[in-house]
């Protein structure tokens, strides 16, 4: 099983980097890569975790772009994680996450609904760390105000909520340019769950050479769909899990869903015809 989507602790996943690469291998995985929301702080432990138990590690991410005013994640594989113009995105990037979360902390107080900030706050501002909504869903189930992550999304967080805070970033062309100059092959992640297709064809004009058509929110008709989309521009093909440990709701997929080693071995031989 190849699994090009897993989550670590770095940013909004349960499980270390180490036991990232426990817990995949025991599901099956051979080939993986940790894709975490706009941090490479995971990527060096994890590769030396699958390097001891004998499975290989691509170097990955997931970006946060934005197009009026919503949120679109791009996949990365096969970055360079030291590559400077990349890291001094991604330290913007998480500078802007910390600020969205000490504002959703503030509206919450405002809809009597307050979290532990201090503990917030040190969560929030640990080197490396990727803050994001999940965290402060995590406040409000420790505060008492609701039961669980869904609630909090449901009552507070999601967009149309209480407390949503828009998020500011990069248009998704600039994020696929982003990850070409880091040496590395983008993907929109999950479309189907986004549903803006329309902006499929910049992001391949802008040099995006992949799309993630297996997803656990894809059905049957996504994958058709975005199998055609592939065929129709001439893209590679990923997916995976979404894993994001233990307990998270998204740990139902993992060794269950990914890619085929053809698809695998189209993704490594374009990034293997862009090294110099």
Same mark, same amino acid.
């Given at each position: @099983?190849i699994?090009?989507?897993l989550?670590?602790? *770095?940013?909004d996943?349960?499980?270390?980097p180490v036991?990232? #690469?426990r817990?995949?291998? &025991?599901a099956?995985?051979?080939k993986?890569? #940790? =894709?975490? $929301?706009?941090?490479v702080?995971?990527?060096p432990?994890?590769?030396?975790a699958?390097?001891?138990?004998?499975?290989?590690?691509?170097?990955?991410?997931?970006?946060?772009a934005?197009?009026?005013?919503r949120?679109?994640?791009?996949?990365?594989?096969? #970055?360079?994680?030291l590559n400077?113009?990349?890291?001094?995105?991604?330290?913007?990037?998480?500078?802007?996450?910390?600020?969205r979360?000490i504002e959703? &902390?503030?509206r919450l107080?405002?809809l009597?609904?307050?979290?532990?900030?201090?503990?917030? =706050? &040190?969560a929030a501002?640990q080197?490396g760390k990727?803050p994001?909504?999940?965290?402060?869903?995590a406040?409000l189930?420790?505060a /008492? $105000?609701v %039961?669980?992550?869904?609630?909090?999304?449901? %009552?507070?967080l999601?967009p149309?909520?209480?407390a949503?805070?828009? %998020?500011?970033?990069a !248009?998704?062309?600039?994020?696929?340019?982003?990850i070409?100059?880091a040496?590395?092959?983008? &993907?929109?992640? $999950?479309p /189907?769950k986004?549903?803006?297709?329309?902006?499929? !064809?910049?992001?391949?004009e802008?040099? @995006? !050479?992949?799309i993630?058509?297996?997803?656990?929110?894809h059905?049957?008709?996504?994958i058709?769909r975005?199998?055609e989309?592939?065929a129709?521009f001439?893209?590679l093909i990923?997916?995976?899990?979404?894993?994001?440990?233990?307990?998270?709701? %998204?740990?139902?997929?993992?060794?269950?869903? /990914?890619?085929?080693?053809? *698809?695998?071995a189209?993704?490594?031989d374009?990034?293997? *015809?862009?090294?110099?």
């Open positions: @099983m699994d090009l989507h989550h670590t602790t *770095a940013s996943g349960h499980s270390t036991e990232l #690469v817990e995949a291998v &025991a099956g995985i051979t993986l890569a #940790v =894709t975490d $929301h706009d941090t702080a995971a990527v432990h994890v590769v030396a699958a390097e001891a138990a004998g499975v290989l590690a691509v170097a990955g991410i997931e970006i946060t934005v197009h009026d005013g949120d679109v994640h791009v996949l990365g594989y096969f #970055v360079d994680p400077i113009i990349l890291n001094e995105f991604l330290v913007r990037q998480r500078q802007d996450r910390r600020r979360v959703i &902390a503030d107080e405002a009597g609904a307050p979290v532990d900030r201090v503990a917030l =706050t &040190a501002t080197p990727s994001g909504r999940p965290l402060v869903a406040a189930i420790a /008492g $105000h %039961r669980d992550i869904p609630e909090a999304f449901d %009552r507070y999601s149309g909520a209480p949503f805070i828009e %998020r500011i970033g !248009p998704p062309a600039d994020v696929v340019r982003l070409d100059e040496g590395g092959l983008a &993907a929109i992640a $999950h /189907g986004m549903q803006l297709d329309e902006i499929i !064809p910049t992001m391949v802008a040099g @995006m !050479p992949a993630e058509v297996f997803h656990p929110d059905g049957a008709s996504d058709a975005y199998q989309v592939a129709r001439g893209l990923t997916g995976g899990s979404d894993y994001h440990g233990p307990g998270t709701g %998204r740990a139902a997929s993992l060794g269950r869903l /990914g890619i085929s080693e053809e *698809a695998f189209a993704l490594a374009r990034a293997r *015809a862009k090294r110099p």
